[in-house]
């Protein structure tokens, strides 16, 4: 489970990565088309939901197998913290 959410969440960063990078090609360009830059901006904003989703839903799933105290030590982690 844990190793598919990750494999997954790699692939979506590359990706939005990929599209930033398209992105600023097309914002260097003297001629910018609206349309491409709105269509890398919408799939960016779309792979960016994707993975917050995913986060949470993974958290989700593993705090059922966790016990309270587990569940406690690992919040901070979760957050960022130490």
Do not use: F
Not at 41 to 59: F, H, N, W
Not at 61 to 81: M, V
């Amino acid at each position: 489970m844990i190793r598919d959410t990750a494999r997954t969440a790699d692939l979506q960063t590359a990706e939005i990565q990929r599209l930033e990078l398209e992105l600023q090609r097309v914002l260097s360009l003297e001629q910018i088309d609206l349309a491409q830059v709105e269509t890398r901006i919408r799939r960016i904003e779309s792979l960016r939901t994707e993975l917050r989703l995913g986060r949470i839903k993974t958290v989700e799933k593993g705090k059922a197998t966790l016990t309270p105290e587990q569940w406690r030590k690992l919040q901070p982690l979760i957050r960022g913290g130490p």
